[in-house]
């Protein structure tokens, strides 16, 4: 099938985490700091030209509790990102985002067949069952993390994994 399309998932608040963790040096995870309005870090836009140099962007989704991403609105809302509220039941309420962002695959996997390249915003070793999924499926996997917080065996897993640590600073 020619001219495949791109899905484009984000664990939106792994990736910030992250860099707010190499900023501030790990203050990120604290219950103080992580239930705040956060300051804009991801360039999206870097995110984004990768994704479609890859293909049309036909899914560009990112899942977040977005209550403390307020500032993002307007970059967000620019690349067309749909975005998926996540409601955390407790204040160390863990993985909400990446069962839905799963899920979500899965889903559009079997529903969209011009979709080629799915591309995973995240470092996060919790997504290499959906690696495997993907992999079985035929379509192919991209991965972007930082640097410092992406889990090896999730880089590794992927058919070719960007630490975005490079692609910002090409």
């Known amino acids: 099938m020619e001219n495949l399309s791109v899905a484009l998932y984000w664990d939106f608040e792994n990736l910030h985490a992250a860099l707010c963790e190499a900023r501030q040096e790990g203050s990120y995870s604290?219950?103080?700091?992580?239930?705040?309005?956060?300051?804009?870090?991801?360039?999206?836009?870097?995110?984004?030209?990768?994704?479609?140099?890859?293909?049309?962007?036909?899914?560009?989704?990112?899942?977040?509790?977005?209550?403390?991403?307020?500032?993002?609105?307007?970059?967000?809302?620019?690349?067309?990102?749909?975005?998926?509220?996540?409601?955390?039941?407790?204040?160390?309420?863990?993985?909400?985002a990446d069962i839905r962002l799963c899920l979500d695959a899965m889903e559009d996997l079997g529903r969209f067949g011009h979709i080629g390249t799915v591309m995973v915003v995240s470092g996060d070793s919790d997504y290499m069952p959906l690696a495997h999924k993907i992999k079985a499926a035929g379509r192919t996997l991209l991965g972007v993390g930082a640097r410092k917080a992406t889990n090896a065996h999730w880089a590794t897993s992927c058919h070719s994994f960007h630490y975005y640590d490079d692609l910002v600073s090409a």
């Open 30 to 96: 604290k219950q103080d700091n992580r239930f705040k309005v956060q300051e804009p870090l991801v360039d999206v836009a870097a995110i984004v030209a990768l994704a479609a140099s890859k293909g049309p962007i036909a899914i560009n989704r990112a899942y977040c509790n977005w209550q403390y991403f307020g500032r993002y609105r307007d970059l967000l809302m620019h690349h067309g990102m749909e975005l998926i509220q996540m409601f955390p039941p407790g204040g160390a309420a863990k993985n909400g």
